[in-house]
């Protein structure tokens, strides 16, 4: 049931989680899908879209750690670990995602 199996640490360690994560080019500002209407036909439609997409799902908790300097920023990194993972390229011209394929020279492409 991918729930915690008590309030504990461990009964909590059994506890899986889905993952998202947005891959963005390097040359955007802002990391996020904004609806622009501007077009000339007055449809809406996403730009500033992530290039790759990542979903992965069955993920485990691996490891917790936090970092709190005396001087500067507080971090907190987590580690998941998991086998089910899928890429999906973003169509620019209509915001729907396509399935991403791994081609003969690891290249990812659209389907």
Request: aromatic share 10%; proline share 2%; with cysteine.
């Amino acid at each position: 049931d991918n729930k915690a199996t008590a309030a504990t640490l461990i009964g909590r360690s059994k506890a899986q989680c889905d993952f998202a994560l947005n891959v963005y080019k390097d040359t955007s500002e802002i990391a996020a899908n904004v609806i622009d209407n501007g077009g000339s036909d007055g449809a809406a439609w996403y730009k500033d879209q992530p290039e790759i997409s990542v979903m992965m799902s069955g993920m485990f908790v691996n490891s917790v750690s936090y970092t709190v300097g005396i001087d500067g920023y507080a971090t907190e990194s987590v580690s998941l670990v998991g086998q089910d993972k899928v890429f999906h390229a973003t169509e620019i011209a209509n915001g729907v995602p396509a399935m991403a394929l791994w081609s003969a020279t690891d290249f990812i492409t659209r389907e």
